[in-house]
């Protein structure tokens, strides 16, 4: 089954940075959604971004989706120690499968 | 509160000893699904049911039954638990599935199996 990979596969950066997360995946998708874990918990859902739209904002995060070049990225802007976590794209396997989760980013925001 | 629970949240087990993880939504959602996650090897997904009587083999279904007899509740069963199953378990479930839902994770159950 697809999977989208996510790069790189850690980042750590200062506080108050930007912190960049990117996604591949390989076949065509129908959206494309961004999940936060922190260390040990439960994902939580952080955006869903459909293969119409280019770009999505929801607070202090940015999501682009490049269908073209099958790739999302994801910008947490004005980075915080709290954010420190991983990070996983998801995406459909094809057009009527389950969510097939990429292997995730690790980032730590070091205060 | 919206949410999933997973029973139990750590366990530790010996081999070939049955044993059923729970889960349970209070959303009335059609879909639920099964994960298990392993360093180096991210999420992947054992078994899932988008509603009451179905359910689909996932990626590595091997070693695990569910049953979903109740849209609330889809268990997780491992008839003869085996050490490679040791592993952080999720249980997640959604409203609309995989096409324009959001996932809703349990807290995870941590698993070992001796």
Same mark, same amino acid.
């Given at each position: 089954?697809?999977?989208?990979?996510?790069?790189?596969?850690?980042?750590?950066?200062?506080?108050?940075?930007?912190? =960049?997360?990117?996604? $591949?995946? #390989?076949? *065509?998708?129908?959206?494309?959604?961004?999940? !936060?874990?922190?260390?040990?918990?439960?994902?939580?859902?952080?955006?869903?971004?459909?293969?119409?739209?280019?770009?999505?904002?929801?607070?202090?995060?940015?999501? =682009?989706?490049?269908? $073209?070049? #099958?790739? *999302?990225?994801?910008?947490?802007?004005?980075? !915080?120690?709290?954010?420190?976590?991983?990070?996983?794209?998801?995406?459909?396997?094809?057009?009527?499968?389950?969510?097939?989760?990429?292997?995730?980013?690790?980032?730590?925001?070091?205060? | 509160?919206?949410?999933?629970?997973?029973?139990?949240?750590?366990?530790?087990?010996?081999?070939?000893?049955?044993?059923?993880?729970?889960?349970?939504?209070?959303?009335?959602?059609?879909?639920?699904?099964?994960?298990?996650?392993?360093?180096?090897?991210?999420?992947?997904?054992?078994?899932?049911?988008?509603?009451?009587?179905?359910?689909?083999?996932?990626?590595?279904?091997?070693?695990?039954?569910?049953?979903?007899?109740?849209?609330?509740?889809?268990?997780?069963?491992?008839?003869?638990?085996?050490?490679?199953?040791?592993?952080?378990?999720?249980?997640?479930?959604?409203?609309?599935?995989?096409?324009?839902?959001?996932?809703?994770?349990?807290?995870?159950?941590?698993?070992?199996?001796?």
């Amino acid at each position: 089954s697809q999977q989208g990979e996510e790069d790189p596969q850690a980042l750590s950066i200062q506080e108050g940075e930007n912190a =960049t997360m990117n996604c $591949s995946y #390989k076949t *065509s998708i129908n959206n494309l959604q961004w999940y !936060r874990q922190n260390s040990g918990r439960g994902l939580v859902h952080l955006i869903l971004i459909r293969s119409n739209e280019r770009e999505k904002h929801s607070g202090r995060l940015r999501v =682009t989706l490049d269908t $073209s070049k #099958k790739s *999302s990225s994801l910008l947490i802007t004005a980075s !915080r120690a709290a954010d420190t976590a991983s990070y996983f794209c998801a995406t459909p396997d094809s057009g009527n499968t389950p969510l097939v989760f990429g292997k995730g980013t690790r980032l730590s925001v070091i205060a | 509160e919206a949410q999933v629970t997973q029973n139990p949240r750590y366990l530790i087990t010996v081999t070939g000893k049955k044993l059923t993880v729970t889960c349970s939504q209070n959303m009335n959602h059609e879909y639920m699904s099964w994960y298990r996650q392993d360093p180096g090897l991210g999420l992947r997904q054992i078994y899932y049911s988008m509603n009451v009587e179905v359910t689909d083999k996932g990626d590595v279904p091997e070693g695990y039954k569910v049953s979903r007899k109740e849209k609330r509740n889809f268990p997780l069963i491992l008839e003869s638990p085996s050490p490679n199953q040791t592993s952080l378990y999720f249980c997640a479930s959604s409203f609309q599935g995989q096409f324009g839902g959001e996932l809703f994770f349990g807290e995870g159950s941590r698993l070992t199996v001796l």
